[in-house]
Structure formats: C-alpha cells, structure tokens
C-alpha cells in the first residue's frame, strides 16, 4: 500500500508526528482560530465557512486572514479545512438550489485565497429521487463551473455515510465524480471515520482491506484529510450520527489504528466528535498519546 512520502509539517511532530484538531467557530475571526488550536495542542483545524444551516457569510477581513497565515507558517500546522454548509447541495432536484450552492461555493474559494493552500471541504449532496448517476452528473457540472486553475485551495469530496439519497456513501461514487472533474488536480477525498463505519466499510477490524479499497478505486494519493469521530451506531447502519472518541460503536483503539497507520501519516486529521472545548484538549492530547505506540 503507497505510503505519504511527503514531508510534514513540523512541530509538535514534524513528519513523524500526528497532525490533529478539532473543529472550530470563526466568530472571532481566523487569527483567533488558529491561537485557539494553539491552546488546544493542535497543530490544524476546520471551520464553517459561514453559516452551517445557511448561507450568510462575514465580511473579510484580509488583515485578520495575514495574521493567520503567519501563524499557520511560524507554528508549523498542517493544512487547515474550511466545511462548506451542510444546507449546500449541487445535485438538487432544483436549479436554484444547485446555482446557489455553486454561488456560495465560488465565493468561499475566492475568499479562501486569503488564506493560501488550504483544503475546502464539502458534502457532495443529496440527488433527492434523480438517481445516483444524475447526481454523480450533477455534482461534476457544479465543480466545474466553480473550480478555477488558478486557485491554490484543493477541494475535497466527502465520504459520506449513505443515508437516504446522499451521494459519496461509496468510493465508486466519488471515483466517478472525480473521473468527470475538467481540473483534477484541485481535487481530493476527505475521509470520514464514522461515516465510511456507518456506509459499512470495516475500519474497526480490517483497516487495512478499507484502505486498500480506497487505494484501488480512488488512490490514495488523492486523501488529503480525516474528519475523526467515533459513531453512535453500528457499522452499515447508514446513520451518520458522531460520538465522542471512545463512546461509540468504533472505539479507541480502532481510532488509534486509523491516526497510525503510515498510508495516512502527514494527512491533517479533524475531530468532530460533539464536544466542547475541553473536550476536544482531551481528545486531542488522547490522540496523541495513542499515536506514540507502537502500532499494533
């Protein structure tokens, strides 16, 4: 299986490290997000672009974003990730709703230049009774007229969990978006633990046949970040309900495999277990201790 041979980022481990965070409110803007990760013990992070129920976003202010950028650069994080709302669908059954989802996304990439070479990241959608192809179809019309050469963020499709008509609750589906995409290049695949355990991928007992999957149907080389959270139900359940490290179907020591594992080493893992703040320190500094066993 391809290992990531790239070099890390640096402290608190370098290459060898385990690059961890949690998701974070950008009410304060995104310096205070990035000191925030800093008091949390992570070294990267994700945040709403805007509204996660809607699609108001604040005003920019490209002072705040400088800030940021240097205090990414000076502590060494790993790529951060922006999370498009959850309300955005580029398959809905109807145009205006597929246009302002396209709206929405264009503008959160223009804005992300601001803050250069991170990761967005978003749901694929909902074909809502149109069909898994349509969808597929749809998703990949939406992405290209957003995506641009020039920008420096990289897009990631989300693994989903496959509940009702969600898109992406299979690799093959993300394969085929990702075959329709005209700039394949800003593209990647963020890997979702509780939601590929609910779509029934084994991550708890056969990580590595999961992998291996996703490397034969994707690549590997095209994940490029793990949203890290236990599952309150059952593998296959096709739910999509987190739960806080250790309280939920996977377990910790499922989880500990995913964030050793070397296919996925340097890639940016993000909790969205349902925490607060010290919660997550404690999810954080668990994870981290983990890391440093031995793998099994």
């Not at 961890?20 to 013990?41: V, Y």
């Not at 990289?154 to 989903?160: A, C, D, G, I």
């Not at 236990?230 to 020591?253: F, L, M, V, W």
């Not at 893992?269 to 099994?296: H, S, V, W």
């Amino acid at each position: 299986m391809p290992e990531h041979d790239k070099k890390g980022p640096g402290s608190p481990g370098g290459a060898a490290g385990l690059h961890i965070g949690c998701h974070l409110s950008s009410s304060k803007g995104f310096a205070a997000m990035g000191r925030q990760a800093l008091e949390l013990g992570a070294d990267t992070f994700q945040f709403f672009t805007r509204n996660p129920r809607g699609s108001k976003a604040k005003d920019l202010d490209p002072a705040d974003a400088a800030a940021l950028v240097e205090l990414l650069a000076e502590h060494d994080f790993a790529p951060i990730v922006a999370h498009a709302p959850y309300t955005l669908n580029l398959c809905g059954a109807e145009e205006k709703n597929r246009a302002l989802a396209r709206e929405t996304m264009a503008d959160d990439l223009r804005r992300l230049e601001f803050v250069p070479g991170q990761l967005y990241n978003f749901h694929p959608g909902s074909h809502v009774g149109q069909g898994i192809e349509a969808g597929i179809d749809l998703i990949a019309q939406g992405l290209n007229a957003i995506v641009r050469e020039d920008q420096s963020t990289t897009v990631l499709l989300e693994t989903m969990a496959g509940k009702g008509s969600e898109v992406g609750g299979r690799f093959e589906e993300l394969r085929a978006i990702l075959d329709r995409v005209a700039l394949p290049d800003k593209m990647g695949v963020c890997l979702d633990t509780c939601h590929v355990s609910d779509a029934g991928y084994d991550i708890i007992h056969d990580l590595d046949g999961v992998l291996t999957e996703f490397d034969r149907v994707i690549g590997l080389e095209r994940l490029r970040a793990v949203h890290l959270n236990d599952s309150k139900n059952p593998p296959g359940s096709r739910k999509d309900r987190h739960a806080c490290i250790g309280q939920g179907e996977i377990g910790t020591e499922a989880l500990a495999r995913v964030v050793r594992h070397p296919a996925l080493r340097g890639l940016p893992f993000c909790l969205e277990t349902p925490n607060e703040l010290p919660g997550y320190k404690r999810e954080i500094a668990l994870m981290r201790q983990l890391f440093g066993r031995d793998a099994e």
